[in-house]
């Protein structure tokens, strides 16, 4: 079946200027994340949906960034107002169930929006 | 919150050797742990992945090890061979506690000499 699929694929915008960034998850899948990776670092966490479960924002690395998810199905992650330290490759994965279910689930990943702030 | 470290973050093996990578992680209530292999341009695959009920997994030429008391995980790559060359993650997450994604180290990168 159809992976996780996101978009764009790449992104170059000014700074200032906001972005919203699309992730579609794998079908039937409950759980959803944002993670932002810096360029030759590792994947840093950004926030987790789970259901119609309200996320918790304290990973959001500031303000600016906000995400939401409609159902179980698509979310968007915006970054209002960009500064060039955005600049980073957004992944979005997806899983059957998240760690809140107490249960272990691979999560899949989405190719990655590349973001670059000029 | 959970803290992974990992090491080395460059390691050069020749082709047929065995290649280690070893992460340690902070909080023991950390029950999963998983590998990503990242190849250029590409997005993280999971290759093999371990529960704290189990100290030892294999398959094929990938084995991860894990030991709760020290708080350490390590995988094992055995003849290596030239598509092994990519960036590999190790990760950590408590399955059942908060709202979190996974915790992961910042990466080794493999480097199988011909």
């Known amino acids: ?118 | 919150g959970e803290n992974v470290e990992q090491h080395p973050s460059t390691l050069s093996v020749q082709e047929g050797d065995s290649a280690v990578i070893k992460c340690t992680y902070s909080d023991s209530a950390s029950n999963y742990f998983p590998w990503y292999k990242q190849e250029l341009g590409k997005r993280p695959q999971l290759i093999i992945d371990i529960r704290s009920n189990v100290g030892e997994k294999k398959d094929q030429r990938i084995a991860v090890t894990l030991n709760k008391t020290a708080k350490h995980f390590s995988l094992h790559i055995t003849e290596t061979q030239p598509e092994d060359s990519a960036v590999y993650f190790c990760a950590a997450i408590i399955s059942g506690g908060g709202a979190d994604g996974l915790t992961f180290g910042k990466g080794t990168h493999l480097i199988i000499q011909p």
């Open chain 1, 1 to 118: 079946g159809a992976g996780v699929s996101q978009s764009p694929s790449n992104k170059v915008t000014e700074k200032g200027k906001d972005v919203e960034l699309r992730c579609d998850p794998i079908s039937g899948h409950t759980a959803l994340y944002w993670y932002r990776q810096r360029l030759g670092q590792g994947l840093e966490f950004l926030i987790y949906f789970q259901g119609n479960s309200a996320p918790d924002k304290s990973g959001l690395p500031s303000d600016r960034f906000s995400a939401e998810r409609t159902g179980e199905s698509v979310s968007t992650l915006t970054i209002q107002r960009t500064q060039q330290e955005d600049s980073a490759v957004y992944l979005c994965a997806s899983s059957l169930m998240g760690p809140t279910s107490g249960l272990l689930y691979e999560q899949y990943f989405g190719p990655g929006t590349r973001l670059t702030v000029t």
